[in-house]
């Protein structure tokens, strides 16, 4: 009956997790907790997740943070960006990413959107800034300040995708 119970509670847990991650929280992590939690308070079960799953989704989170953190900037250094303007890129998105979730005055949806597109409008503008800074003519600073947006919406949707990955090993696991 516990185990059936800490399940449930798992499940909740994981598909609020997944929110959380448009709102540019980590959403990824909390699932992996969630799911140590869970083996502490269901204790040593025959079927179910063990350790190793813990370890899958965890590693899987890793993977979800490092790509999310340097898709915009890679694609923006494939364009030619300087340095200077990946690193305010990925300041200007991360500060802007806050900024958004109070923008937009929507419950949940518009906060999600204010985040995803304040990182985004972020990740354009600090990579503009820094191509400017660095005098980059201006066709340059727009095909830069693109390729850090984009690579910033991509790496958003990649960590979505890894966090829906971890929700169904999770979920699948429980009734293995």
């Known amino acids: 009956m516990t185990y059936w119970i800490a399940a449930t509670l798992l499940t909740a ?18 699932m ?10 269901a204790g040593d079960t025959q079927t179910g997740p063990n350790w190793i799953t ?18 915009g900037s890679a694609r923006a250094a494939k364009a030619g960006a300087t340095r200077r303007s990946m690193l305010l890129s990925l300041a200007a998105s991360f500060a802007l990413g806050i900024v958004g979730t109070f923008v937009v005055p929507v419950p949940v949806v518009g ?10 409008l972020g990740a354009f503008a600090g990579a503009w800034l820094g191509e400017t800074w660095a005098g980059t003519n201006s066709g340059q600073r727009v095909e830069i300040s693109q390729a850090a947006m984009v690579g ?25």
């Open 54 to 71: 813990v370890l899958t989704v965890a590693g899987l989170a890793t993977v979800g943070e490092i790509i999310e953190l340097i898709a």
């Open 13 to 30: 847990i994981n598909a609020v997790s997944i929110a959380l991650n448009l709102l540019m929280l980590p959403g990824n992590w909390i």
């Open 32 to 41: 992996v907790a969630a799911l140590c939690l869970f083996l502490l308070v």
């Open 111 to 120: 906060t999600a959107l204010g985040a995803i597109s304040g990182a985004a």
């Open 152 to 176: 910033r919406l991509l790496g958003i949707v990649i960590k979505l995708t890894i966090g829906a990955a971890i929700f169904v090993i999770q979920l699948v696991s429980l009734w293995l």
